[in-house]
């Protein structure tokens, strides 16, 4: 067990990464945290994860990409067509983003918020 805050984990995987994929997932992490200002930040499964009223996205690292998995992608809207992986799922959605990748911000933007419209309208239901 660490007593290291998520967003201190988070800093510290960017940090460790020290090539493209840390400065993109510095990246996608503004652009979520622009989107949702309520956003909450985890590390769960040893990944960075943007929370509100459950999970929006996971932010995993490999050596060739940085993916984004929406929790509930299949139930999102898409009319940039963002999602480019995990696309035969039923619930989650990807985008993997390679090092010569540059992200839709106002598109991915619009998609963090249907994420959280999302998550609040089933955390009534």
Request: hydrophobic share 45%; net charge positive; charged share 35%.
């Given at each position: 067990t660490t007593t290291e805050s998520p967003s201190a984990l988070i800093d510290a995987r960017i940090a460790g990464l020290g090539?493209?994929?840390g400065e993109l997932l510095a990246r996608?992490?503004?652009l979520i945290k622009a989107?949702?200002?309520g956003v909450t930040e985890e590390w769960k499964w040893a990944t960075p994860v943007w929370s509100h009223h459950g999970i929006l996205c996971t932010g995993e690292t490999y050596k060739d990409k940085v993916?984004?998995?929406?929790?509930?992608?299949a139930s999102l809207p898409d009319p940039s067509r963002l999602f480019n992986s995990s696309l035969d799922g039923n619930v989650r959605r990807a985008i993997d983003f390679g090092a010569a990748d540059k992200p839709n911000e106002?598109?991915?933007k619009a998609l963090i918020r249907a994420a959280v419209a999302l998550n609040q309208s089933s955390a009534r239901a």
């Open positions: 090539d493209w994929r996608l992490r503004a989107a949702d200002p993916k984004l998995t929406f929790a509930k992608g106002k598109a991915l």
